[in-house]
């Protein structure tokens, strides 16, 4: 007898797995979430908390960290979701470009690339998880043992935002945790996460 919740993904493409589920409809019509359509989409894309190389992934939606209030209805708020994270800055989108017309492998084995980063990686992961726990081991064990530079740890919203907007190395997107469990912004469990240059700690 088979659970009648068991779903075979392998045996199909991702594309008639899309068309099937309907997720798409059910999204236009407001009959799921925001968020329950995109993990949806992440698991139909092979994607799983259960393997932190294939996380799901969750886009940057607001794009203003700075005003005291946020009004929800000026688009100027919001990203421009039709653009890659690489894109949405016009100087850094030609650098991009520019790279990628102008490189050469001299051994004729790496194709020209845009972006010499990934919008989500391990590294990204325990980059956002780092003061929760298993993630707090993982992250340990990544930097040989010990935490990373003060300086690279996860600081806030708003500095991750103006970095992976400007640094030509940094395209991450978001993950489904801040959307629902605030708690990983906190250091609830007072690991010692050091000093930034600045003389604050993490």
């Given at each position: ?124 992961v325990l980059f956002y998880l780092i003061r929760v726990e298993p993630f707090t ?66």
């Amino acid at each position: 007898m088979k659970p009648e919740n068991l779903r075979n993904l392998e045996s199909k493409t991702q594309k008639s797995l899309l068309r099937k589920s309907q997720i798409t409809k059910k999204w236009q019509k407001r009959q799921i979430t925001n968020f329950d359509y995109l993990m949806e989409l992440n698991i139909i894309a092979g994607r799983s908390y259960n393997d932190i190389s294939q996380y799901p992934v969750f886009p940057w939606i607001i794009s203003n960290y700075e005003s005291e209030e946020l009004d929800l209805k000026d688009e100027k708020n919001y990203r421009d979701l039709s653009k890659p994270m690489g894109a949405l800055n016009e100087e850094r989108l030609q650098e991009f470009i520019q790279r990628y017309e102008n490189f050469q492998d001299p051994d004729n084995v790496i194709p020209p690339f845009h972006y010499g980063s990934h919008y989500s990686s391990t590294a990204i992961v325990l980059f956002y998880l780092i003061r929760v726990e298993p993630f707090t081991t993982l992250a340990i064990n990544l930097q040989g043992g010990k935490f990373d530079h003060a300086d690279r740890i996860f600081i806030d919203v708003v500095n991750t935002w103006k970095n992976c907007l400007t640094n030509s190395s940094d395209v991450k997107e978001l993950i489904p945790e801040f959307f629902y469990f605030p708690e990983f912004l906190q250091n609830l469990n007072k690991f010692d996460l050091g000093k930034r240059q600045s003389g604050k700690s993490n």
